[in-house]
């Protein structure tokens, strides 16, 4: 047995004393977390679902799947050390590479033995009277901490749809986001796969390759760039470990944490010559850097629509069959206001005579029946289906517990009509609590490793600040929070996001409030908020001292 299947499999012996600070989640964010707060002295219990570290590249198994984010750019930069050891194969990395990364880090710095494993959080409740929270398990676990800390994950909580008839069904089911930990071999089965979103567009070509036949079930379309994979290049590798220093800075000062080369240039302001060219450099060149290729594709639907038709063009000419291509060329929403997809061989898939493409956007999926499903009248069979049909993102985690804050107010009833939050850091009633990536920050729209970095050292400074002033609380003002709750709508119609039904605004799930949740003013321009509140003595929120005298950032 390995030395991370034997930390994995044992749950981390608690104290019986309360700690200073619980954490939720063990993925990067977890991580990094347990890290630097040990560096601080401060007493930390991390709780993990799951029976490893990793975090959605625990669960995110699937085939094909990798990341949409540059290997040297998906990474820690906190330690210099660890920049230059590790070594990534690929350009863009697999799953079992970058969970491989996370053991790593997990192991090097000896992180393990302050996780407790295959542990759910189940309850947390804030004690006013002893300004602490009180958390519980599902192994039944009560500890007591000064601050809980939220590090969840935008994309944890999986929405697997609700199909009449779907326990009937004896075939195998899988989702894209809990995926078995042993191998899937789809060879000479008939398969079903329910959805086009970014998960099914990195499965779909290998499924394909698998398969006798395959059947993709697509009520959306979605804009999707080539990835231009392959090997990891000394050469590459050498310049940016040469120079990771000034690259990191300028990831974290660009708009999505990503170096991606922006043209700083309107798409209307060139030829249409020029134009194409453009675009052609960046289709070549593969990933999303092709949503840099000028500066007002996001937020001028003229400009969107020269990008969006380019794209179209090129799906029309990798499809053989016309009807099936004009089945897959989204029309209805702007290009990138829906995650921008990453693919391998995408569309060149249905070019297979083993997979046939079905419509269900007017003919939805009617029933699962015991052998397969019916969509339209026609019933098709299966001996296996696959759901790529996403997550409940950003909330969901953190709604599925039962978090109360002062006076037992719950944050559902408080989120009940949307999520609020100061800075996506804290919310307001819930005092010591703090969320990494949580809604009302970049999160989902950057590069997740520069932003969780961001975060914990945000939260992990304030704990420090509040020490060093003798100080045990802090908490958001309301109108703090109300007026960040307002400049991120603001500032998210401002562009063509909210044009689109996606899940930044809570549209794939049912009954979920309509509000674009994420920050899209940038990863710079965010990270210059979030210094310039602290640079104000915690401007916008509420410090508490020991004798419950409170301190605002006017003091």
């Known amino acids: 047995?390995?030395?991370?299947?034997?930390?994995?499999?044992?749950?981390?012996?608690?104290?019986?004393?309360?700690?200073?600070?619980?954490?939720?989640?063990?993925?990067?964010?977890?991580?990094?977390?347990?890290?630097?707060?040990?560096?601080?002295?401060?007493?930390?219990?991390?709780?993990?679902?799951?029976?490893?570290?990793?975090?959605?590249?625990?669960?995110?198994?699937?085939?094909?799947?990798?990341?949409?984010?540059?290997?040297?750019?998906?990474?820690?930069?906190?330690?210099?050390?660890?920049?230059?050891?590790?070594?990534?194969?690929?350009?863009?990395?697999?799953?079992?590479?970058?969970?491989?990364?996370?053991?790593?880090?997990?192991?090097?710095?000896?992180?393990?033995?302050?996780?407790?494993?295959?542990?759910?959080?189940?309850?947390?409740?804030?004690?006013e009277a002893g300004r602490c929270w009180n958390v519980e398990t599902s192994h039944g676990d009560r500890v007591s901490a000064k601050f809980l800390v939220m590090a969840t994950g935008c994309l944890s909580s999986t929405r697997m749809p609700d199909?009449?008839?779907?326990?009937?069904?004896?075939?195998?089911?899988?989702?894209?986001?809990?995926?078995?930990?042993?191998?899937?071999?789809?060879?000479?089965?008939?398969?079903?796969?329910?959805?086009?979103?970014?998960?099914?567009?990195?499965?779909?070509?290998?499924?394909?390759?698998?398969?006798?036949?395959?059947t993709v079930f697509q009520r959306t379309p979605n804009y999707s760039i080539p990835s231009r994979n392959g090997p990891m290049t000394p050469e590459y590798e050498h310049d940016?470990?040469?120079?990771?220093?000034?690259?990191?800075?300028?990831?974290?000062?660009?708009?999505?944490?990503?170096?991606?080369?922006?043209?700083?240039?309107?798409?209307?302001?060139?030829?249409?010559?020029?134009?194409?060219?453009?675009?052609?450099?960046?289709?070549?060149?593969?990933?999303?850097?092709?949503?840099?290729?000028?500066?007002?594709?996001?937020?001028?639907?003229?400009?969107?629509?020269?990008?969006?038709?380019?794209?179209?063009?090129k799906i029309r000419n990798i499809v053989d069959d016309p009807e099936v291509a004009e089945l897959l060329v989204a029309k209805d929403y702007p290009i990138g206001t829906k995650r921008i997809c990453v693919d391998t061989n995408y569309f060149e898939t249905f070019n297979r005579d083993n997979v046939t493409l079905v419509d269900v956007r007017d003919a939805p999926i009617e029933e699962i029946t015991e052998t397969g499903l019916v969509t339209d009248g026609r019933r098709f069979e299966f001996d296996a289906i696959v759901f790529a049909t996403g997550f409940d993102a950003m909330t969901g985690t953190l709604l599925k517990m039962d978090i109360q804050g002062r006076g037992g107010l719950t944050l559902g009833k408080k989120w009940e009509a949307g999520p609020r939050t100061y800075l996506g850091l804290m919310s307001e009633g819930f005092p010591n609590m703090f969320m990494i990536t949580g809604p009302g920050s970049p999160s989902v729209?950057?590069?997740?490793?520069?932003?969780?970095?961001?975060?914990?050292?945000?939260?992990?400074?304030?704990?420090?600040?509040?020490?060093?002033?003798?100080?045990?609380?802090?908490?958001?003002?309301?109108?703090?929070?109300?007026?960040?709750?307002?400049?991120?709508?603001?500032?998210?119609?401002?562009?063509?996001?909210?044009?689109?039904?996606?899940?930044?605004?809570?549209?794939?799930?049912?009954?979920?409030?309509?509000?674009?949740m994420p920050y899209i003013g940038g990863v710079g321009t965010y990270r210059e908020e979030c210094d310039e509140i602290v640079a104000k003595g915690y401007k916008g929120f509420r410090l508490q001292k020991s004798a419950h005298r409170e301190v605002t950032a006017a003091e």
């Not at 219990?45 to 029976?51: D, K, L, M, P």
């Not at 060139?270 to 092709?290: A, C, K, L, N």
Request: glycine residues 8%; charged residues 20%.
């Open 163 to 214: 199909f009449k008839g779907l326990e009937s069904y004896t075939g195998k089911t899988y989702h894209t986001g809990m995926w078995p930990h042993e191998e899937v071999d789809f060879s000479g089965q008939r398969v079903g796969i329910v959805g086009t979103g970014s998960s099914a567009i990195q499965a779909i070509p290998v499924i394909a390759e698998q398969a006798a036949h395959l």
């Open 445 to 516: 729209l950057s590069n997740m490793m520069v932003s969780l970095q961001q975060h914990v050292d945000w939260v992990v400074d304030s704990l420090e600040y509040l020490r060093s002033g003798g100080l045990d609380a802090i908490e958001p003002l309301r109108e703090a929070e109300d007026e960040w709750v307002e400049h991120v709508n603001a500032v998210a119609h401002q562009t063509l996001f909210p044009q689109a039904n996606s899940w930044y605004m809570g549209a794939n799930i049912p009954g979920k409030p309509r509000l674009f």
């Open 1 to 127: 047995m390995s030395n991370q299947e034997s930390s994995s499999s044992q749950r981390a012996k608690l104290s019986p004393d309360e700690v200073d600070v619980v954490v939720v989640g063990a993925g990067f964010s977890g991580l990094y977390l347990l890290h630097r707060l040990r560096a601080l002295g401060m007493r930390t219990q991390v709780f993990e679902t799951a029976s490893g570290v990793g975090g959605t590249w625990y669960w995110n198994r699937y085939p094909g799947a990798r990341c949409d984010v540059e290997s040297m750019q998906y990474s820690y930069s906190f330690s210099e050390e660890l920049q230059q050891e590790w070594q990534w194969s690929e350009k863009f990395s697999a799953q079992p590479e970058i969970l491989g990364y996370a053991d790593h880090v997990a192991d090097r710095f000896d992180l393990r033995h302050d996780i407790q494993f295959n542990t759910e959080v189940t309850a947390a409740h804030f004690n």
């Open 240 to 313: 940016w470990k040469s120079d990771y220093e000034s690259f990191r800075a300028a990831a974290r000062g660009s708009k999505n944490g990503v170096l991606t080369n922006p043209n700083e240039v309107s798409a209307l302001a060139v030829s249409e010559e020029e134009r194409q060219q453009v675009y052609e450099r960046r289709w070549e060149g593969g990933g999303t850097y092709f949503m840099a290729a000028f500066n007002d594709l996001a937020t001028n639907q003229q400009s969107n629509d020269t990008a969006a038709a380019f794209v179209r063009d």
